[in-house]
């Protein structure tokens, strides 16, 4: 018997820690992505990202991928309205599902310039063996002008409210993150047109209306615009930041993730992802502080770490139980290249997030 007790603890010391491996290695996937998003559908799990048309992934169980080719084999012809040259690689795309349609918003821009759109396509199944899978693209959402708009219409993310509707935040840089609600369509702005600032950080007044604040801009001489000082603030990251927002409903409250910093370099990247909550969808959304995030606050819950370069544009879901951060973060042990995060997120006694890299 007392063998039998001893045989059993050691099954179940064993169990324990391959269960424990398992969680380990589901921190991260070695897939390479940027920007995922996810959602759970007709028994699958889809991630899409930016890539070449949208890349699309999918997995029976979040820990194998394979790779389902691009949304938009060939890009849209509006596309070369926006830019020109553009060369179908597009950003930053969210999924959502709505009255039994699946809806894929994208983005269409160029770096360090806010000539950008986010668009809208939609499908009736995400299985690509159905024969009904078919994307249906509407075309631009928004719009944005450089010169004309200090926000830039990228990083789109979906939210509903208690009612039920949906809103549309969204931004990167400039003079920060916006949301306005969709109109039942869920292809454009509900009219009249009412827009809230949610998130944003700190923008020298002087600099140019073009810039976006990390002097990446091709079309700007920055040596001519700018003073040392200046120039050299806007290359550390210091004027406006923030990007990629993603709103999480739970216990009560809108959560808001974001990224600070510079994203898209590798090694030298240096996101992070910082949170707030509000108990409306507008905001005012507060850190753990009670700083208001339009203001510049935020509480940092993934940065820098022995495996992680930087890590970036999160997003948050529940899987069968479970809330997780999506995210991607550069591997330091394999080039700067950008990996799946799949992290648990666990809440404090205050329902504050929290989440461990691994």
Request: net charge negative; aromatic share 14%.
């Amino acid at each position: 018997m007392r063998y039998l007790n001893k045989t059993t603890n050691y099954l179940l010391a064993a169990v324990f820690a391959l269960a424990l491996s398992m969680q380990v290695q589901a921190q991260w996937v070695d897939i390479q992505v940027h920007d995922p998003v996810m959602i759970e559908a007709e028994g699958q799990y889809y991630i899409f990202n930016t890539g070449q048309g949208i890349a699309m992934w999918s997995s029976p169980d979040l820990e194998n991928w394979d790779y389902e080719g691009p949304i938009f084999p060939e890009a849209p012809e509006w596309t070369y309205d926006v830019n020109p040259e553009f060369e179908n690689h597009i950003w930053a795309p969210d999924i959502t599902k709505h009255d039994g349609t699946y809806y894929l918003f994208y983005s269409v821009s160029a770096f360090g310039r806010n000539r950008s759109a986010i668009a809208v396509a939609t499908n009736s199944t995400l299985d690509k063996d159905d024969p009904d899978y078919e994307w249906v693209d509407h075309g631009p959402v928004i719009k944005s002008v450089p010169g004309r708009d200090m926000w830039n219409a990228i990083d789109p993310n979906i939210a509903y409210d208690e009612e039920g509707n949906p809103w549309m935040s969204f931004g990167s840089f400039w003079m920060g993150l916006k949301i306005f609600r969709l109109d039942e369509s869920m292809t454009k702005p509900l009219e009249p047109q009412t827009w809230h600032t949610i998130a944003a950080r700190h923008r020298d007044w002087t600099l140019d209306e073009r810039d976006a604040g990390d002097a990446a801009n091709p079309e700007l001489d920055y040596d001519e615009i700018y003073d040392e000082e200046t120039l050299e603030k806007n290359k550390n990251m210091g004027n406006g930041a923030i990007e990629a927002p993603f709103i999480f409903k739970k216990n009560g409250y809108y959560y808001l993730f974001a990224s600070w910093d510079r994203c898209c370099r590798g090694l030298e990247s240096s996101y992070k992802v910082i949170v707030g909550r509000a108990k409306d969808i507008t905001g005012p959304y507060l850190d753990m502080d009670g700083n208001k995030l339009k203001h510049g606050g935020g509480t940092i819950i993934a940065k820098e770490n022995e495996l992680w370069a930087a890590v970036g544009h999160p997003a948050a879901y529940t899987f069968d139980g479970t809330d997780y951060l999506v995210a991607h973060a550069y591997a330091k042990n394999d080039e700067g290249r950008p990996k799946l995060i799949l992290a648990e997120i666990t809440w404090d006694e205050n329902d504050w997030p929290s989440v461990t890299l691994k």
